[in-house]
C-alpha cells in the first residue's frame, strides 16, 4: 500500500514547512521507500537550488518515522476525530548520525527515493540505515540511532 497527502500526517509528526516526505510505500515491518520532490520552496533548499545536506538526513530521518509510525499502528484502529488515524504519530528523537555520507545535493525538480531499514531494536532505541538515490545515482546514506516516544 502506498501512504501519501493526508496519510503521511497520520504517520510523522512533522507538518509544513518541515515535512519532508511525499510518498510511502511499505515493504514490511522493517523497510520501506518513501519519496519527496525537491522543490525550490522547501525549507532546506539553498539559494542555488540544491537541497543541503541536513535536509537529506531531515528527509532520512522523517522516513524512519513514517516506518516507526506504520509498523506500530494497529490495523484496526478508528481514525479519530482529528483524522490522524487513532492518535497523534510517534515522536523520535535522532540519538546519533553515523557514517553519514552526501555523494551530492540533489537539485530542485529531482524527486528522492530512499529506502530504510530497520535493524536492531532494544527498548525505545532503533538502529536504522538509510539509503537515498535519484533515479539509479546513489546520493547519500547514514545510520541512525533512533529514540522513539
Do not use: W
Not at 514490511?28 to 532546506?44: E, G, H, Q, S
Not at 541536513?54 to 484496526?76: D, F, I, K, R, V
Not at 530504510?116 to 527498548?123: H, L, V, W, Y
Request: with cysteine; aromatic share 6%.
Amino acid at each position: 500500500m502506498t501512504y501519501c497527502g493526508d496519510d503521511i500526517k497520520r504517520l510523522i509528526p512533522q507538518r509544513y514547512p518541515f515535512m519532508m516526505v511525499d510518498t510511502l510505500e511499505q515493504r514490511d515491518a522493517k523497510t520501506a521507500v518513501t519519496t519527496l520532490a525537491v522543490r525550490l520552496d522547501n525549507y532546506f533548499a539553498l539559494p542555488d537550488g540544491t537541497l543541503a545536506e541536513t535536509g537529506l538526513l531531515e528527509h532520512m530521518a522523517q522516513s524512519c518515522a513514517a516506518l516507526s509510525s506504520l509498523a506500530n499502528q494497529s490495523p484496526t484502529a478508528a481514525p479519530s476525530e482529528t483524522g490522524d488515524g487513532g492518535g497523534a504519530p510517534a515522536i523520535g528523537l535522532i540519538g546519533e548520525v553515523k557514517h553519514f555520507t552526501c555523494h551530492r545535493r540533489p537539485r530542485a525538480g529531482e524527486r528522492l527515493t530512499t529506502t530504510i531499514n530497520f535493524g536492531m531494536s532494544f527498548g525505545s532505541v532503533t538502529l536504522a540505515t538509510g539509503q537515498t538515490v535519484v533515479g539509479d545515482e546513489p546520493i547519500a546514506e547514514v545510520n541512525l540511532k533512533i529514540f522513539i516516544q
